[in-house]
């Protein structure tokens, strides 16, 4: 009697029984069976669109309560994606619609490479979707992305559990949403990039399963590479994981397990594909990663001086306070890492020691896993390892993640064995977690909230405990599973509002309208510029949203925030007086020399602002949005000749901007007398109010006599003109003020933005001034050696400028990284002086002939040339570029030949029917009924 066969089943070199050796049988192409088998996967996986829909339910839900545009005024910008990240989406969009350069940008501080920004950013696949949204709908675009990534981790968690430990769809669906809305893939969402590493872990670790079992490769390579394409950080961080993974899972399986093919020397030879195909896969992403690596040459690595003693971050209490529901300290620096995964991962997870339904083995191996992760958040040396050797600028722990898709497994391991658990053991780890809950609250733990934290997590324990009773015992046959799984969707709902409710108060969730009405306010301003000017040039505005306006405006300017930082320019830029410091730069500070210097030939600003005399009349003005646009007649070109003495000067020598920029023009114009532009007011000596005087190197130290109350530095002069008076304090050690002017509020002094060139305004001539600095802490300093207030001198400035235009550069045609033009150099000129920021990138060809650029100023750009007149043409494309490029290329080349080989190897023959009753594979059939 011949046996029913399933064909699906037929293995290599087997013989199989027919199900009828009469029967006439059907043959079918091969192409047709192989695309049958392309949709095999998904046989009995169509739950996991219940993993990807109910995240997205959850998530939507959360923010209708936030009251997110449509259904309130807010909007999902919050800190970086609302300060930096939405006009980078911005100009991705330009980007794609043709309007912007992928390589180089102007609309960062005064010009930078683009591309590390992409690299960083940007380079998530899911960022083109901006592209297909209206103007005006930014914020909905993001909207869409965050959603998305959302159900995309709760559907591929669901792919990884079914496929690596397959049991009921209905424990798969409720673990792979935990998945999805654990506390990290909540607070960290706005971090959009980051998100890709997330959802797409399950996949890279099922890919190294599928590696080590079966020398299966594809998934691994295609979901590592995409990984780290699109964000070679969070990639870095996720590389470092699947290598511990490689060793833990491979451990942790019994040598059947791991080697079910009988594979011999299978450890060495399964290693070696591990660092072959990583290898491919980081190679494929080359493309991004040099190019990222090249921008971080600029600045970043040297960002902090991270301190890599080995010390303790925190008590182990307030990690295991984070990991119950409802429990938010901060995203700021003192942060620790979001590790709430579900109360019921919380509950399973000691209990997955003690059952005997997980081997010893898995024990280990996951307690080791579980330990060394534990390890990595406590140790200061580890941690910084983990965030590519530098200190988080806020937003700390950025790898937890990967500790939440751990213990969501070993719950989900122990869930598995749910009918044969001893609910004793359950009950009591329940109660020790009760009482764990309240001995934390007794530490007044600020992290856990007495009714959001505490009380929510005792009635989620209960409740669970109660559920997972129902579950052993089958309530309600079989339904009570799913009265589990709306519990859990009801938690996560509540932790998720809890979690968002307590970001949005650290650090502030903004309005859709603050955005909306901001951009509309300027962009009329900006188009109008655009259109009435096709040339080259830079522009400024004196409101500011965030720091990068820019790119949402398409101006080119000075302002630009970004972890990708040129710390030279940044420098640069502070030194000539204006607001920049850190990994920032901001149009603050502006006088009509550095502005000049600098090319800003267009400054945007309110109808009621009053500027200085050199710019005469607005040549714009938008009464509805009350914007003006004034022109500067003595704005430079992008580059200039200049005497080649500048290439001498130092910009260090002085502490003040004003003296800074007198030598600067000194040296420019080759002005054997020194020139000042800056007019300085002398020996003005403050009196004192509550302050003793002392001296510290380079300054003079003023400390408050009685710390309770107000200490005043007060300056007193008799202006000689009617001119607009400018303001710097030089100070290495600032110390928060107030400047005020006649008693009245100009600005705080020494905070964040206003370490610059400050201006009190045009004031009468002949009367007395009185300019204090109240202070806000107890002591204040002030650099010796430098007059504090300078006026500008017109009649000089009018005169030196137009020396310094008359050899500009004369730009014919250029795109974002390219230009075309002539200059004259004279004799006495012979340096051509671009205020571009010097980077090996640019390749220059005067007359035709390629010139090496090199750094003037700290920071500029500068070519030396004979007298007469050049054609000049410039190109941006770094080598580094042609390099990853070249890298990609090859494996992705390796990559298909790999597959191609593998093709043809494992390649099925045609079908070969036998009447015989039997038939030996390779065999391609379609049976009757089947």
Not at 424 to 448: H, P, S, Y
Request: glycine fraction near 6%.
């Amino acid at each position: 009697m011949n046996e029913e066969i399933n064909p699906d089943a037929v293995s290599d070199g087997e013989l199989l029984p027919m199900a009828d050796a009469n029967k006439p049988i059907k043959q079918v192409s091969a192409l047709k069976i192989r695309i049958s088998h392309i949709f095999k996967p998904l046989d009995g996986m169509y739950h996991i669109g219940f993993a990807f829909i109910l995240p997205v339910m959850i998530m939507a839900l959360i923010y209708i309560a936030m009251e997110v545009w449509p259904f309130g005024k807010s909007s999902v910008l919050v800190l970086d994606l609302n300060g930096q990240y939405v006009y980078y989406f911005e100009a991705l969009r330009d980007i794609l619609r043709g309007e912007q350069g992928l390589l180089y940008s102007f609309e960062r501080a005064l010009g930078g490479e683009f591309l590390g920004i992409i690299a960083y950013y940007l380079a998530s696949p899911f960022s083109i979707l901006v592209a297909l949204f209206p103007e005006g709908h930014i914020t909905e675009s993001l909207y869409t992305i965050l959603l998305l990534k959302c159900g995309l981790s709760g559907m591929n968690m669901c792919v990884y559990l079914h496929k690596s430990h397959p049991t009921k769809p209905v424990s798969e669906v409720i673990f792979s949403v935990m998945y999805a809305l654990t506390s990290y893939a909540v607070v960290m969402q706005h971090n959009t990039m980051w998100i890709d590493c997330l959802l797409f872990l399950p996949l890279i670790l099922l890919g190294v399963e599928s590696l080590i079992k079966y020398k299966k490769y594809k998934l691994y390579v295609i979901t590592l590479a995409v990984a780290v394409f699109s964000n070679y950080y969070i990639g870095y961080m996720v590389c470092i994981a699947v290598a511990a993974y490689f060793f833990f899972y491979y451990c942790m399986c019994t040598p059947s397990e791991r080697n079910p093919i009988g594979e011999r020397c299978h450890f060495i030879k399964t290693l070696l594909r591990m660092m072959l195909y990583s290898a491919i896969a980081v190679g494929i992403a080359s493309i991004i990663i040099i190019p990222a690596y090249y921008s971080l040459q600029f600045g970043k690595t040297t960002f902090s001086s991270p301190n890599f003693d080995f010390k303790q971050k925190f008590d182990f209490l307030d990690l295991i306070a984070k990991m119950y529901p409802g429990t938010y300290d901060t995203v700021r620096p003192e942060g620790l890492p979001f590790v709430f995964s579900g109360t019921i991962t919380l509950i399973l997870l000691p209990v997955f020691f003690i059952i005997k339904n997980i081997t010893p083995r898995q024990k280990i191996a996951y307690g080791a896993l579980m330990g060394f992760f534990i390890f990595s958040f406590n140790s200061t040396t580890i941690d910084l390892v983990w965030h590519g050797f530098q200190r988080p600028n806020w937003l700390n722990y950025r790898y937890s993640f990967i500790f939440c898709f751990v213990i969501i497994v070993m719950a989900y391991l122990v869930y598995e064995h749910i009918r044969e658990l001893d609910m004793k053991v359950v009950l009591g780890t329940g109660a020790v977690l009760g009482l764990l809950i309240c001995i934390i609250q007794k530490f007044d733990n600020e992290a856990v909230p007495d009714l959001a934290g505490v009380w929510f997590s005792i009635a989620c324990i209960a409740v669970y405990i109660i559920l997972l009773s129902g579950c052993r015992r089958n309530w309600l046959d079989g339904s009570i599973q799913t009265i589990l799984c709306v519990a859990v969707l009801l938690e996560l709902f509540c932790n998720g509002l809890l979690q968002t409710i307590a970001l949005d108060k650290d650090v502030h969730y903004s309005s859709r309208a603050s955005y909306m009405n901001f951009m509309n306010k300027w962009t009329p301003a900006a188009e109008w510029m655009n259109e009435n000017d096709t040339s080259f040039y830079r522009a400024e505005k004196t409101e500011h949203r965030k720091t990068n306006d820019n790119f949402a405006l398409n101006i080119r300017g000075l302002s630009n925030s970004t972890s990708t930082l040129n710390a030279k320019q940044i420098e640069f830029l502070e030194r000539m007086g204006y607001s920049s410091r850190s990994h920032w730069s901001k149009y603050l500070g502006g006088t009509p020399v550095a502005d000049s210097l600098l090319g800003i030939k267009y400054i945007m600003t309110l109808d009621s602002k009053e500027m200085n005399d050199v710019y005469g009349e607005p040549i714009y003005h938008d009464e509805k949005n009350e914007t003006v646009i004034y022109e500067n007649p003595y704005a430079l070109s992008l580059g200039y000749m200049v005497n080649s003495d500048v290439v001498d000067f130092d910009m260090e020598d002085d502490k003040s901007p004003f003296d800074r920029m007198n030598k600067l023009i000194t040296k420019l114009v080759g002005s054997e007398t020194k020139l000042e532009i800056f007019k300085a007011y002398k020996n003005i000596k403050p009196t004192t109010e509550n302050l003793d005087l002392s001296y510290v190197t380079g300054h003079k130290k003023y400390s408050k006599v009685n710390t309770s109350r107000s200490g005043k530095l007060i300056f007193t002069f008799t202006p000689v003109n009617d001119k607009e008076i400018f303001v710097y304090f030089p100070s290495d050690y600032r110390r928060d003020a107030k400047l005020k002017v006649n008693g009245s509020d100009v600005s705080e002094y020494f905070t964040n933005e206003t370490c610059r060139i400050v201006s009190i305004g045009k004031q009468p001539a002949g009367e007395e001034l009185i300019v204090s600095l109240t202070l806000d802490k107890d002591e204040i300093y002030i650099g010796n050696g430098s007059n504090y207030f300078y006026y500008l001198d017109e009649e000089l400035f009018e005169e030196v400028m137009p020396k310094l235009q008359e050899n500009g550069f004369i730009i014919d045609s250029f795109t974002d990284s390219s230009f075309e033009g002539k200059i004259t150099a004279t004799e006495d000129k012979s340096l051509f002086l671009l205020t571009i920021p010097y980077d090996e990138g640019w390749n220059v060809y005067i007359d035709g002939e390629k010139v090496e650029t090199f750094e003037v100023l700290d920071s500029l750009t500068a070519i030396e040339l004979t007298p007469g007149e050049h054609t000049v043409s410039m190109k941006y494309f770094p080598k580094c570029y042609t390099y990853g490029i070249t890298i990609s290329i090859c494996s992705l080349a390796l990559f298909l030949i790999i597959l191609v080989l593998d093709f043809i190897l494992h390649r099925r023959k045609p079908v070969i029917a036998f009447q015989t009753g039997a038939f030996k594979k390779p065999v391609l059939s379609e049976y009757d009924d089947k």
